[in-house]
Every structure is written in structure tokens, then in C-alpha cells.
């Protein structure tokens, strides 16, 4: 048997975790091995250490059959390997050709870059494997999908044998990712090698051949993807049975909380990010809105919150116009906010816990009175959101946030903004980056929500998410609604190609 | 208490690179030193004079220290402390009130105008996202020459060009009852306002809820405006304060330390406020040692000089090296923090473990 | 007026060139992503070495222009070793960059003097002669631009000016300028190509050490003649030019250029009649003042290196 | 009493301080001249000598250094400048047991009422009669052509340079035959003590707009101007600088060893706090007394040697300065009708 990787026995730790525990993971030229695993289970680190970004503490690495130390990324790249980053590493203001070249940088009269010769090699790679990117095009100017194509392009320029793909699907629409496929499978024709970490079963099911398991750090095992199913595959992963099921009831809508009406807002570049855009949520139900990164979700979520100003249409809470409230004044109507970015928006990380417990109401009673903070209220206050959402950390509420978990982070947040109470919660990503329990667990809650009566707007990138979790889910594209769609009379596919921009007549 | 064992390590730090350069010029190092704090707290009348070299410190250190604390750098003391000096001079050249009445309205006149002058980059840093260093850098220079030509221009002193008039005893900071105390030394009222300055700020900073949304709005502007809080107003806010308390300074220099003000000159103080701030770990109360620890070694290095042959300026070299030691002390802090992190960082993989 | 403005012109010329090579310097490590506000400290170091450099070897040389090349070496030389203290703070030990910067300024104003105290025993340092300004032949006969660019004009110009292409030239033509860019923006990216972030933060620090010595002891050699502990706040000046010309070589000639020349009207003020009329207090804060609605200018448009100020954490994801 | 005892028996112990003014010892003006005194006096007369430099120019820290000194045993302080008035009021008073020397500037509570004590001596320097000394050498020296004045920041020893130069040279025009012009843009004080750059730009603009020579009282502005001249000079043009209060021959050389100094206004003082200090070891302390040093005991005036001056104005410079001594001529301490 060929292999052109082998990664024997790799240990990893950081201080105080094992990343990677004695794992064995083989790649036969010319296929597509998938590896998989829950978050934090080390696929990123396994990758790093065969990418030269982390040594390893034991175990062997070979390609081609002969022994190979790698140091740094640099050896990888002249051993032929080649990697694609969870998030890309590309600069924004540097052009795709000047992207790619660095770190390889052809060069005329000995010192000058030769940046036209660079151009000119990538639009021959970009035509023979149909990748279609524009050399000139400036990063900051181009989609998502574009921008992988151009960290593939890195790999392909630098000549790889080997690709790691490091998550590539999460961002990409449902057609985005068949033209990956697409292209992974033009890249196989040539006589490369590519290994694919996704939590989408379904996609492993689609391309790859074989498929490594790991957990916690250790080796489950790699199996034949054509002789295995996704729950099987699922079962592996996290060593339980798992149903792709949220167990929730019929809901019942009342009044509605929360009123949206042709409402325009321009997004970070000043153009038009949200058009026009209307929308209503009741009382009772949970409204998923569906759509690609980057089609005008973060600027929803900002206009309704305050965070950003509209430039026309109207917003209401409960039939008041908030359209011209500040942040605070919409806080107090009844609008709780999980945020995107938890450590940018949601935390004051170098604040305590209890702190950030109160980063809404701390100027409430019985928090502070005059003026003067009472912190025993505060403590209180947190304690309480802290023992009921399970946060754990290492001093309780004193605990500076920095030093808790992404997930007791957003368990954290998510408490917080509950505790509200609010008519309307806003849960932007709420799981994302989290376990399989603690999904569960925030799933639950949010769903609680619901049932007592009060309106929930859901953003998540994750389409499974979205339908398994919403009564209502409005889809997004460019900044239009494409439509809004029952939860239970739809599916996958019909969602996925109005994310893609295909509208339907039929709305709800 | 973490902070406070790096600022001890960087003062040692700075001490015995002090005492290697007094050895390198040939002189004895424990000699010097101990002539540099006999030159500070030998008597009653040197220990009120440190005191008194240390207050404008305390709010040029309170100053950069609470502007740090809230997010910004504002190295703009030296001419906020200018601006500040120039109005309670030119109030106590002016105005002829009961002197406790005077005094007040003095000081008040100094917190305004440091306030005012820090009020364009808070400005400017709130609406524009113009980055305070450059700005109040820029506002330095500007203070610098407007008492240049407003002094002479309008409180011309009878004989020189050079210093604005004399100021009245009654707008003067010096009391006889310190004077005595001290031993004739030019300690004054600015001392006092100095503690209840570190107390109020203190208080600011830790008690209420403004401090509790400017220190948000400093560590993290934008979670600070998710939850709702005012941000550019805070940073406008804590601009003035900050700047008001380099105005103090002003008041402290030049109505108390001084009685006239002279043009052409920055106030080093000013920029030494970064260096407490720095030593202080940001917190007022250790801007208040910070302060005097500086004031020790400001005041005592002119005996030192004049009892050996080591020249003053191994004052501004050690703490210079203690800045250095300081700023770069980050590796402590960090190498205590990871191992204290990660230990939690362990405890929480372990009872997540438990759980399943 | 013409007149007044080709008078005027070389003086603001020779106060702009030491701005000018230290906000390059500043470029350089501002592009690779350390921020640098001990150019200050940095010039004062340079204008030390060069002095006292140059002090010496006049004694033995006496009248050698190669004396004066020498104490500029010297500085750029000084002013890279020094800077290294800059470096490491900042890169190796991650601490903020300001903080640290501002103690390299305290650093170097102290020990400078210190130092200038104990080996020449005297705080001032006077080197007996600098550059001798000249025309540049044949082009100095050329109307309006002879007079303007080649009247009195020193060698030290034409050399930063080359410099300041070179520069140009290095930043957005070749590898290394590429990667520097790339450092500045997004190093964790630079990083997955392959490229030693801290190496390259490293050159960057060091060149804006080296410049901003040269540009310290151009002072010494130009218009200064002595070394006295300070250079007048240029340093920050200089800070200043480079975000006024938003961190591109030629927005920071014509930024350094407009303050050479605000600084020497409101120098010799009095002495024009035609200028004596406008309040000295206007001429003085001009510079400053313009600034500070340029800095709101161009705060919209920014062109600030992204990670300009960041420690580099290479495992931030 | 005290005086008594220190004088027989251990003179050479005399432990001389002074405390320098802004600016710094290597000055190469009021602070240099004074501390060049002192060490003169160290060599000749074996007394022990140290400087301190305040940390600032307020009245406070120059008690401190007063007090540092005092406390270390230097008994024998010089304070160079009327900055020194207040402190110098006072310490007169604290350290009764201490001499001071207060050049430039007589002892007051603020009041500008001189009150000069028994252990303290006030030293006075007639910068005008030396200013006008070498506005009458630049006019006679040059005959003909424009002058010009660049003072650093407008104090009372810069005016009376500044005064006493405009009425020499007017003397010269009036009675020596010379034309030597001098416009009022032409007489500036250009604002601190340390602006090399602006010393510089200003010289050059005057030389530019026709001025063959300038009377510098400005420390390092003044320094910037004659780095100016020296430039200029190499270039092939004419053109002078008068230094103050030291001789700066020196500074103003060229490599061919030549200078760009005319000549110097001089305050003698490094002679003056020579003979201060001799006189205390003589036991001869003009204690109580305020000294204005002038013409008459050959306080201020040119320097010996003026290599840039021909014989024919030395001498007629001397005349001047003989009818300046007898009292023929009088040279007024104020601006009245002056530029600035
Ligand atoms: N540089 C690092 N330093 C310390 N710990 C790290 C580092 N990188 C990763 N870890 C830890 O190692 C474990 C494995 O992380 P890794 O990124 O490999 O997970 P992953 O399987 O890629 O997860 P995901 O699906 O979320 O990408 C996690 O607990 C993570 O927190
Ligand atoms: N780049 C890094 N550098 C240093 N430490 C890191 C790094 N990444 C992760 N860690 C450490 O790993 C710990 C776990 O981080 P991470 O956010 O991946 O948690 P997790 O295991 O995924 O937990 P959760 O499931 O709650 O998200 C952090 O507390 C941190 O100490
Ligand atoms: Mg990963
Ligand atoms: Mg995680």
C-alpha cells in the first residue's frame, strides 16, 4: 500500500491538555480522507503538527515512506504539503497574487517581485482547475467561497501533493460547497492527495474515501466511508448514540413582538447590506433566518439592537417605534441580545464574572443606588445565573472572564440575557463553537423560552440548526428576504437554494 | 498583590542597574544611596520638600492612570497641567475674594482647564477615532506656546517677560501651619487635594457605576456599546477627568511648588505621570507610593550630587530602567498568569470528564 | 513673497530631512506592526553617537567630511542596537508597545547625558564643524526649481532622498517589502506563508532604530553643531508626519515637508516684516494645529497597519 | 567671627558651591563663565568646589540645591541670575553661617526691594556698557553695512546687551563716522535659550536680507547662528557674529582657523567670581554689599585679544572705552527710545 502521509503515534499537549493522543491517521495517494470530530477534539492541532506549526512530543511522521521532521510550515510546503486554515489567513489589502506569493515570492533582476509572472502562472492554475479567480482582485473586494479558492490556489502555486482542508464548508453556501467538491475532485484527477476535517457527515459521505475518528484527543478509528452510515459515523464521534433531533412542541403564536418594516441599513463597506428588508415575530414562536455568512444578518440583528443606524424603514417592539431609541432604552423594551462574537460584543473579558453579569443593569436597584455599586446585590445576581446555566470556572464570580472556556462563555452570556426576561431574545450563533452537550443543553433553554410566551429570533449559519429549532424561517440573501418558509413544511434543499438566492413564491 | 511584587521587582530592578552605573563612574553605590534618601527624609524640612516634588506627580500619575484605566493613553499631562496652571493663575491674579473662596475657585479653574485641554482629543478620539497619543501630543505643544504668549501677553510680570506676576499669599497653596510643621519647607495645600484626588478617584474607579462604564468602555469599547453604554460620551468623560487632574498638577506646580509661572518650559512632571502610572500598576493608591517613591528619588539626588561625585541625572536613568523593567515585566504577569490559568483551564477538563 | 519663499526654502529643506529619514524609520516598524514612539529616544541616541563620534575623530582628523560620514554611521549604528531594547520588549516579550516606547525616550534622554557627562565631562557636545551646504551644479542654475530644490543644498539631502526611494521601492516592490506589509496587517497570515514574523518585526524595529539615529545626528551635522541632551520633541514630530502621511513614503516626505516648513516661517516670523504682522502665538501652533484636522481628515480613510500595536500571538486563531 | 575662623585657619577648605540656573554648566554663557570662576579658584586656591543643577527654576528648588549644598558643607555659594533673587532673599536669612554670591541680581522678598544681608554680596554686570562696547567695535570694524540682534528670551541681562549694542552703534554713526544700519525688524529676541534650528533659520534670513553682522545674546540660538555665519563664510561670503558674555572666539572657528567672532560682549565672569572668592579667603567679603561691575573695575568689555579687530579700532574702541570710564560717555541701562 502507497501512503504519502503517515502520522504514527503523534502526541500533542498544550499546558494542561492532551490535544492528541497517540493518533495514527494514513493518507493513501489520491484520496480524500475526511477527519472528524466534536469541537476541541484535536483535528486542528493533528493538522498543525503536520503542517510544521506545532512539534509534536512523540510519534513519527512520514511522507512517501521516509521519516521527516517538520519544523515550520516551510518544510511542509517544500515536502509538498499544503494547508487551507479554519479562518483564512489571507491579508485584506494585499491583492490574490500578492497573497499567494508571499513567502514564495518570484523575483526579476534579483531583487524586484515579479508580480506579473506570479499573475500569470496563477490565471494557468486558476483556468486548468477551474477555479476562476481574479489575480488583481483585492481580498477585501471579494466573496468568502472567492477567498478559499484563492487559499487553494496558495497550496496549488506552491505545488502540494498533500491538501488540508480545515473546515472549508462552513462558510459556504449550499452551491459553494458542490463547486468545492467539484474542485477537490479536478485536484484528485491530478494526483493529489487531500485530507478534509467537517463536522457535516453528509459531506464525508459525499466525497470522501476513508474517514478518521478521533475523540478527546485519541484515535477512534478510521473506517471506509462507503461501508459506514452518518450515524454510525456520529456514534463514533462522540461515543453515545445521537439523535439529529430537537424534541420540541407545537408552538403558539400570539400577538406580535416584534415588527420590522422596509428596513434599509449599510453595512461596514457603505453599501446597502440590509434592503427593504420586513419582517414579523410573535409571541411563542422561534424565527430562524437562514442565509450565508455575510448576507445581511449582522446588520438585522444591529439594526433591531441599536448597534447600527437605519437608513429608512421602522422597527417596533410590542407596536412602539424604537427606530430612534438608543441601545439601553431598547434593552429596557424588552430586547435581549445573544451576541455573534462573544469575546467581542458579549464580554468585557478582563471583567469578573459577576460583572458581566450585570453589563446591562448595573445601574438598576438594587445593583447600585445613587450612583454607588452594591456588589453583594451583584454577587448575588450572579450566582444565581451562574448555578441555574451551569457555568463553570475556576473562582465562581469572581472569576475574570477571560479565563473561562468558550463555552462558559456563552453559557455565561446566554443566562445573563435570559434573566431579562425579555419579550424578544435575539440568539445570534448561540452554539456556535460548542459541544454537543452543551447544544443540547442551550437548545433546551432557548426552546423553554419560547414556551413561556415569549418571541425568539434565531441567526445561525448552521442550516440544522435553523430548521431544527425555528417555527418560522425567514431566508436571506444579499441582503433581501427571500422568503419565509414553516419549519415543518420544508427542508434542506428547498432552504438551501433560496440561500442561494433562488426565490420562492410561496410565503408564509 | 501581583502587580504590586512586579512594580517592587522593576524598582529593585532599577536600583541595581543605578547602583552598577554609580560603580561604573567609580563611586560606591550603598554611599550614594544612602546619601540619595538621607538627601529626601533626613529632617522634617526635606521630607515635607519630597512631598512636595511628589504631589504634582501623584496627579499627573492619577491622571495617565485613570485615563489607562479607562482605555486611553493621554500623554497630553504636560500642557493639560500648563492650562491648568495658567487659569488658577490667572484667577488668582485677578480676583480678589476670601482666600478659602479664592483658593476653591483656583482650583476649580485649574480642573477646568486641564479638563478643557483634554477635552479636544476625547473629542477627537470619540467622533473621529483620532488616536489621543498623536493628538495630545499635538495639544502639548499647543498649550506649550499659548502660555508662551498669553503670560507675557497678560499677567506680565513688573520686571521679566520671562514669568507672569507674582502670585498674592492668598492665592498661594502654602499655609503657614505646614510651612512650620515642615520646617520652612514649600510643602503645601496640594498635598491634601492630592490624597482626597487618590481617594475620590479611587472611589471613582472602584465604587460607582461611571467607573464601572468607563473602565467597560476602556477594555472593551465594543461590548461596552452591545450592553447599551454611552461610549463616546464615556471617553469624552474620561478625558476631562483625566485631563483635570494634570490640570491639578498645573494648580499643584505652579500656585504651590511655585508662585509665578514661567513660559518656555514643558513640565517634566507631566511626563513622568506615564512612568508612576506605570509603577502605580494604574491603581491610585499606587500611584500615590509610585508618586512619592519618585518624589524620594527627585529630591534626594541633589544631596547625593553634592556629598559625592555622582551626577543627578542617575535619578532620571533609574527610573527610566525602572520603566524599562516595568513595561517589560509583562513576562512575570504573563508566566504567573498562564500557570494560574491553566490550572483552572485543567479542573474545568476534568469535571467536564465527570461528566459524561 | 517669492522671494521670502526661496529664502526660506533650503533652511526648511535641512529641517526636514532628519524629520523625514525618522519617519521612515517609524514606517518601517509601524508597517511590520510595532508601534514606535521611542523614535524621540532613538534620535536623542543617534544624535549622541554621532556627536560624540565625531568630537573624537575631529580631534584627530580635523577637517574630513569622511569624519562626518563616520559619526552618521556611527548613529544609524547606535540607534540599531538601541532599538533592540524596543525589539525586545515588544516582540519577544509582548509588552505594549507604547509603554515601552515611552521608556526607550526616558532611556535614552537620561543615560545620553549621563554618559556625554562622563566621557567628555560636559553634557554638550560640540563637534567643530558640519556640513557645508552647496548648489548643486548646472541644476541650480535652473529657474524657479535651481533655486528652490538645488540652492544650498547639503549631500546629506540627496542622500535620505535616496534613501526615501529606496525605500519606496523596497516597501511595494520587492519580497521583503511584501512581507513587512503582510507583518503589519496580518501576521498570523505571514506566518502560514512561511514567513519569520518576528524576524521581519525584528528589521523593521531595527530600521526605524537606524533611521532615527541617522536622522538624530543629521541634526548634529546639518543646523545643531552640538549635542545637548534633547532633540526638540522632533521625534514625536516625526510620529506625527508618519500618520499625517498615513504611512506611505510620500505621504511622509509631504508631511515632514509641511512641517519644515511651518516650523521655519514661524522661526524667522519676526524677521519678515511682511510676516511679523500675523500674531507669533498663530505661526507657532499652526503645525499643530493643522495636524490635528488632518489626523480628523484622514481618520475616515485610514491606512493604519492593521496589527500596527499587537503583540504577535501565533497561536491566535 | 565665623568668618574669622575659617579664614585663619583652614582657607583652602573653603568649600565653594554654586547652583546653576536654567540652562545647563556646559552653557557656554552665564552658568559656564560663573562655574569657570569657581574651578579657576580650585586651581589657584586649592578650595573644594560643586555644582548642583536644580531640577526646575522655581524659587523652591533653588532653596533645595541651596540647602543640598549647605547641608554638605559648602558653605560658600554663588547663584548666577536674577532668578536667584527670591531663594538667595531667603537663604540669606536661613543659612546665617553661609556666604552667598548672587550675580545679576540683587537678594528680594518679591517686592524688588533689595535687601542685601552681611553674608550675602550682590553682583551687578553693566551688560550695556559692554554692549555698547561692541556695537562701537562692530561699527568702526565694518564702517559700513547692517546690523542685526537676536536675543534669546527677553530678560533684563538680554535687554541691556540688546540696549547698550543699538546706542554703540549709534555712537559710532554720530561720532566715529561709520555707517553701520540697523532696522527694528532687524532686533529680535527669538524666545528660549536652546532653539539651535530657529537660531539658525533667523540668522540666515537676516544675512539674506543684507545684514553683514549680529550681536547673539542667546545661548544655543545664538549657537545656531554662529554654525550659520560659519557656513556662510566657507561659502565665500562676508559675514560676523558678536558673542556674549564669554569670549567665543573659539566657537566662531573655522578649519583655516579663522573665526566668524568679530568680537565679544563681555561679562568678566569668571574673573569676577574669581576674586569674590579670593576676597573671602583674604577675609575680605564685601559682605552687605551690592557690586556693579563695569567699565570702571573692568567687569564687562571686550576681550583682550580680538584677532578680527584691526589695530586701528582696538585703539579707537580704547578711546571709547577710557571716555566710557571717566564718565564721558553714558550708556543707559534702559530702552527708552530703543528698539524693544
Ligand atoms: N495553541 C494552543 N494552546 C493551548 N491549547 C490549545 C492550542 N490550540 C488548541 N488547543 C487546545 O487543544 C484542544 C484541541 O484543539 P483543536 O483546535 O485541535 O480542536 P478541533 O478538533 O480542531 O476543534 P474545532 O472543531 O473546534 O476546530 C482544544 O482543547 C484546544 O483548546
Ligand atoms: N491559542 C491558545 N493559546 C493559549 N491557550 C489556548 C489557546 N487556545 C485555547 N487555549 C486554552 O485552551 C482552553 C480551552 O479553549 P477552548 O475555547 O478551545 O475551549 P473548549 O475546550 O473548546 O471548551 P468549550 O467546549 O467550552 O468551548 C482555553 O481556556 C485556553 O486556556
Ligand atoms: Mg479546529
Ligand atoms: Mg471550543
Given at each position: 500500500?502507497?501512503y ?5 503515534n ?44 506545532y ?49 514564495s515570492?518570484?523575483?526579476k ?16 492554475l486558476?483556468?486548468h ?6 489575480p ?22 506552491r ?53 478518521t ?28 448514540h ?34 427593504n ?7 411563542g ?74 453589563l ?24 444565581k ?5 451551569d ?118 | 498583590?501581583r ?24 563611586s560606591?553605590?550603598?554611599?550614594g544611596y ?21 504631589t504634582?506627580?501623584v496627579f ?37 475674594m476670601?482666600?478659602p ?19 479636544i ?7 473621529f ?44 497653596l ?21 490624597v ?7 472611589f ?21 456599546e ?12 474620561s ?13 499643584a ?60 541625572e542617575i ?21 504567573i ?20 | ?67 562626518l ?75 524657479i ?29 520587492t ?35 537606524a ?16 549635542f ?8 514625536f ?23 519644515g ?37 484622514f ?19 | ?19 546653576t ?52 558643607g ?14 538667595v ?19 528680594h ?29 562692530t ?34 554713526n554720530?561720532?566715529?563716522?561709520t555707517?553701520i ?37 542667546a ?47 563681555m ?20 559682605g ?27 585703539s ?25
Open positions: 500500500m502507497e504519502v502521509i503517515e502520522m504514527l503523534i502526541r500533542k499537549e498544550f499546558p494542561g491538555i492532551v490535544a492528541n493522543d497517540d493518533i495514527t491517521l494514513t493518507l493513501k495517494k489520491g484520496e480524500i480522507h475526511a477527519l472528524l470530530g466534536e469541537n476541541g477534539a484535536g483535528k486542528s492541532t493533528l493538522m498543525g503538527v503536520l503542517f510544521g506549526m512539534q509534536p512530543e512523540k510519534g513519527k511522521i512520514k511522507v512517501n515512506g521516509e521519516e521527516v521532521r517538520i519544523t515550520n510550515p516551510n518544510v511542509a510546503n517544500r515536502l509538498g504539503i499544503g494547508m487551507v486554515h479554519q479562518h483564512f489567513k489571507l491579508v485584506d489589502n494585499f491583492t490574490v497574487t500578492e497573497n499567494i506569493v508571499l513567502g515570492e518570484p523575483r533582476f534579483g531583487i524586484a517581485l515579479d508580480i506579473d509572472r506570479a499573475a500569470k502562472r496563477i490565471e494557468e486558476s483556468n482547475y477551474g477555479l476562476n479567480v481574479d488583481h482582485a483585492k481580498i477585501e473586494d471579494i466573496s468568502v467561497g472567492m477567498q478559499q479558492r484563492v487559499e487553494i490556489m496558495k497550496m496549488l502555486y505545488e502540494a501533493d498533500v491538501l488540508i482542508l480545515d473546515e472549508p464548508t462552513a462558510v459556504l453556501t449550499p452551491s459553494e460547497i458542490e463547486e468545492l467538491m467539484k474542485i477537490m475532485r479536478n485536484l484528485l484527477k491530478e494526483g493529489k492527495s487531500i485530507i478534509i476535517i467537517t463536522h457535516k457527515l453528509k459531506e464525508i459521505k459525499a466525497v470522501a474515501d476513508r474517514c475518528v478521533i475523540r478527546r484527543g485519541k484515535s477512534i478509528g478510521t473506517v471506509n466511508v462507503s461501508e459506514t452510515s452518518e450515524a454510525s459515523l456520529a456514534e463514533m464521534m462522540v461515543g453515545r445521537v439523535s439529529f433531533n430537537v424534541n420540541k412542541k407545537e408552538s403558539i403564536p400570539g400577538k406580535v413582538v416584534l415588527n420590522i418594516e422596509n428596513v434599509s441599513v449599510k453595512n461596514n463597506r457603505k453599501v446597502l447590506g440590509l434592503k428588508f420586513s419582517l414579523d415575530v410573535k409571541t414562536e422561534i424565527v430562524g433566518i437562514a442565509g450565508v455568512e455575510g448576507n445581511g444578518q449582522s446588520e438585522l440583528v444591529e439594526a433591531i439592537t441599536g448597534l447600527r443606524k437605519l437608513e429608512n424603514g421602522q422597527i417596533f417592539i410590542n407596536g412602539e417605534d424604537i427606530t430612534h431609541l438608543p441601545i439601553r432604552k431598547r434593552i429596557e423594551k424588552g430586547i435581549a441580545h445573544i451576541p455573534e462574537d462573544r469575546q467581542k460584543r458579549g464580554l468585557v473579558l478582563d471583567y469578573t464574572l459577576q460583572s458581566n453579569m450585570v446591562e443593569v448595573y445601574n438598576k436597584q438594587p445593583f447600585s443606588k445613587f450612583g454607588l455599586l452594591n456588589y453583594n446585590k451583584i454577587k448575588d445576581y450572579a450566582k445565573i451562574i448555578e441555574s446555566f457555568v463553570r470556572s475556576g473562582e465562581g464570580t469572581s472569576s475574570i472572564a477571560r479565563t473561562l472556556s468558550g463555552g462558559n462563555q456563552q453559557k455565561a452570556i446566554i443566562g445573563r440575557e435570559l434573566e431579562l426576561n425579555p419579550d424578544l431574545l435575539i440568539a445570534v450563533q448561540p452554539t456556535r463553537g460548542l459541544d454537543v452537550g452543551s447544544i443540547e443543553y442551550i437548545h433546551k433553554r432557548l426552546i423553554e423560552h419560547r414556551d413561556k410566551g415569549k418571541a425568539v429570533l434565531l441567526v445561525s449559519l448552521e442550516l440544522d440548526e435553523v430548521l431544527q429549532l425555528s417555527d418560522r424561517i425567514a431566508i436571506v440573501n444579499n441582503g433581501e428576504l427571500i422568503g419565509v418558509v414553516n419549519a415543518s413544511e420544508t427542508n434542506e434543499n428547498e432552504v438551501g437554494l433560496m440561500m442561494a438566492g433562488v426565490s420562492k413564491e410561496r410565503s408564509v | 498583590m502587580t504590586t511584587i512586579v512594580s517592587l521587582i522593576a524598582v529593585l530592578l532599577g536600583l541595581i542597574a543605578g547602583g552598577l552605573l554609580m560603580l561604573f563612574i567609580g560606591n553605590p550603598i554611599e544612602s546619601y540619595l534618601f538621607q538627601g529626601a527624609l533626613k529632617n522634617p524640612e526635606r521630607v515635607g520638600n519630597m512631598l512636595a516634588t511628589a504634582p506627580l499627573t500619575g492619577l491622571s495617565v492612570a485613570f485615563a489607562f484605566r479607562t482605555g486611553l493613553f493621554n500623554i497630553g499631562a504636560p500642557g493639560q497641567m500648563l492650562i491648568g496652571g495658567l487659569c488658577a493663575t490667572a484667577i488668582g491674579l485677578s480676583f480678589d476670601s482666600r473662596m479664592l483658593l476653591v475657585v483656583m482650583v476649580l479653574a485649574g480642573f477646568i482647564g486641564g479638563a478643557l485641554w483634554a477635552f482629543p476625547g473629542l477627537l478620539k470619540a467622533k477615532n483620532v488616536h489621543e497619543v498623536v493628538s495630545t501630543i499635538m495639544m502639548n505643544w499647543i498649550g506649550y506656546w499659548t502660555v508662551y504668549y498669553v503670560v507675557p501677553g497678560y499677567f506680565k510680570g513688573e520686571f521679566l517677560e520671562t514669568e507672569s506676576k507674582q502670585l498674592p499669599e492668598a492665592a498661594s502654602r499655609v503657614p501651619f505646614l510651612s512650620d510643621m515642615f520646617q520652612g519647607s514649600y510643602i503645601n495645600l496640594g498635598l491634601f487635594i492630592a482626597v484626588a487618590v481617594i475620590v478617584i479611587g471613582i474607579i472602584n465604587k460607582t457605576t461611571l467607573g464601572f462604564e468607563l473602565k467597560a468602555v476602556g477594555f472593551n469599547r465594543d461590548a461596552a452591545y450592553s447599551g453604554m454611552r461610549v463616546n460620551r464615556n471617553i469624552i468623560l478625558m476631562l477627568i483625566s485631563g483635570g487632574l494634570a490640570g491639578l498638577a498645573g494648580v506646580m505652579y500656585t504651590g511648588n511655585a508662585s509665578t509661572m514661567q513660559i518656555g518650559i514643558m513640565p517634566s512632571q507631566g511626563f513622568d505621570g506615564i512612568a508612576v502610572a506605570l509603577l502605580g500598576a494604574n491603581a491610585p493608591i499606587g500611584v500615590f507610593f509610585a508618586a512619592v517613591f519618585f518624589g524620594i528619588l527627585y529630591s534626594g539626588t541633589g544631596f547625593m550630587n553634592a556629598m559625592t561625585e555622582i551626577p543627578p535619578a532620571n536613568t533609574i527610573i527610566a530602567i525602572i520603566i524599562y523593567f516595568a513595561a517589560t515585566s509583562v513576562l512575570i504577569h504573563r508566566l498568569g498562564k500557570f494560574s490559568k491553566k490550572r483552572s483551564n485543567s479542573n474545568d477538563i476534568a469535571a467536564k470528564k465527570g461528566e459524561i | 513673497m517669492w522671494t521670502i519663499i526661496e529664502q526660506i526654502f533650503p533652511y526648511a529643506i535641512v529641517f526636514t530631512i532628519p524629520l523625514l529619514i525618522t519617519a521612515l524609520g517609524g514606517l518601517f516598524s509601524e508597517r511590520s506592526g510595532v508601534v514606535n514612539i521611542g523614535l524621540d529616544g532613538l534620535m536623542i541616541i543617534g544624535s549622541f553617537a554621532g556627536a560624540l563620534t565625531i568630537h573624537y575623530l575631529q580631534d584627530i582628523w580635523s577637517n574630513h567630511s569622511l569624519v560620514w563616520v559619526g552618521l554611521l556611527v548613529a544609524a549604528l547606535a540607534g540599531l542596537l538601541f532599538s533592540l531594547l524596543h525589539a525586545f520588549a515588544s516582540i519577544n516579550l509582548s509588552a505594549d508597545q507604547i509603554i515601552s516606547g515611552t521608556a526607550i525616550n526616558m532611556i535614552a534622554g537620561a543615560l545620553t547625558i549621563f554618559l556625554a557627562r562622563n566621557i567628555t565631562g560636559s553634557g554638550n557636545i560640540r563637534i567643530t564643524s558640519g556640513f557645508v551646504s552647496d548648489n548643486v551644479p548646472f541644476l541650480s542654475k535652473i529657474p526649481i535651481g533655486d528652490l530644490f538645488f540652492s544650498k543644498t547639503y549631500w546629506t539631502t540627496w542622500v535620505i532622498l535616496l534613501i526615501l526611494i529606496i525605500s519606496a521601492f523596497v516597501l511595494y516592490k519580497k521583503f517589502g511584501l512581507r513587512l506589509r503582510a507583518c503589519g496587517e496580518y501576521p498570523q497570515a505571514a506566518e502560514a506563508a512561511g514567513v519569520n514574523v518576528r524576524r521581519v518585526r525584528y528589521i523593521g524595529v531595527m530600521l526605524s532604530g533611521f532615527s539615529g541617522l536622522g538624530g545626528a543629521l541634526i548634529i551635522v546639518t543646523y545643531a553643531g552640538e545637548t541632551g534633547t532633540v526638540s520633541g522632533l521625534g514630530l516625526a510620529l506625527a508626519s508618519l500618520i499625517f502621511g498615513q504611512w506611505k513614503p510620500f505621504g511622509i516626505l509631504g508631511a515632514t515637508l509641511f512641517f516648513f511651518a516650523t521655519t516661517v514661524a522661526n524667522v516670523s519676526q524677521v519678515i516684516p511682511e510676516l511679523a504682522v500675523i500674531p507669533p502665538i498663530i505661526l507657532k501652533i499652526f503645525p499643530y494645529v493643522v495636524t490635528l484636522l488632518a489626523l480628523v481628515v481618520s475616515k480613510s485610514s491606512q493604519a497597519p492593521k496589527a500596527a500595536g499587537e503583540p504577535f500571538d501565533s497561536g491566535k486563531r | 567671627d565665623e568668618k574669622g575662623k575659617d579664614g585663619d585657619t583652614k582657607k583652602a577648605d573653603l568649600k565653594v558651591g554654586m547652583v540656573d536654567a540652562g545647563t554648566i556646559d552653557d557656554k554663557s552665564f552658568n559656564q563663565g560663573t562655574w569657570e570662576g569657581i574651578k579657576l579658584a580650585e586651581d589657584e586656591l586649592g578650595i573644594q568646589t560643586k555644582y548642583l543643577k536644580p531640577a526646575g527654576t522655581t524659587e523652591a528648588e533653588y532653596l533645595k540645591e541651596i540647602g543640598n549644598l549647605y547641608d554638605a559648602y558653605k560658600f555659594i554663588v547663584t548666577p541670575g536674577f532668578k536667584f533673587e527670591t531663594a532673599f531667603k537663604a540669606q536669612d536661613k543659612y546665617e553661617d553661609a556666604k552667598f554670591v548672587i550675580l545679576d541680581g540683587n537678594p522678598s518679591g517686592d524688588f526691594n533689595p535687601v542685601v544681608k552681611e553674608n550675602t554680596v550682590a553682583v551687578f554686570y553693566a551688560e550695556h556698557q559692554s554692549g555698547f562696547l561692541a556695537g562701537v567695535a561699527a568702526i570694524e565694518l564702517k559700513e553695512g547692517e546690523a542685526g540682534f537676536i536675543g534669546g528670551m527677553e530678560i533684563p541681562a538680554v535687554q541691556k546687551f540688546n540696549w547698550g549694542f543699538q546706542q554703540g552703534v549709534a555712537y559710532a554720530e561720532n566715529l563716522g555707517k544700519n540697523l532696522k527694528q525688524e532687524n532686533v529680535l529676541y527669538q524666545g528660549t535659550f536652546d532653539d539651535k534650528a530657529a537660531g539658525g533659520q533667523i540668522a540666515a534670513q537676516m544675512f539674506d536680507r543684507g545684514v553683514n553682522v549680529i550681536f547673539t545674546a545661548g544655543g540660538v545664538g549657537v545656531g547662528a554662529i554654525d550659520e555665519a560659519k557656513k556662510r563664510v566657507q561659502d565665500g561670503e562676508e559675514v560676523w557674529i558678536v558673542g556674549v558674555d564669554v569670549d567665543q572666539y573659539e566657537d566662531g572657528k573655522l578649519p583655516d582657523g579663522k573665526s566668524v567672532i568679530l568680537t565679544s560682549a561679562k568678566k565672569l569668571a574673573h569676577s567670581t574669581f576674586e569674590i572668592i579670593q576676597q573671602e579667603l583674604d577675609g575680605e567679603f564685601p552687605g554689599k551690592t557690586l556693579t561691575l563695569d567699565v570702571k573695575n573692568d567687569g564687562v568689555g571686550l576681550p583682550e585679544k580680538n584677532p578680527n579687530l584691526s589695530e586701528d579700532t582696538i579707537k574702541v580704547n578711546e571709547v572705552y577710557e571716555k566710557l570710564k571717566a564718565g564721558e560717555i553714558e550708556v543707559k541701562a534702559e530702552q527708552g527710545s530703543l528698539f524693544k
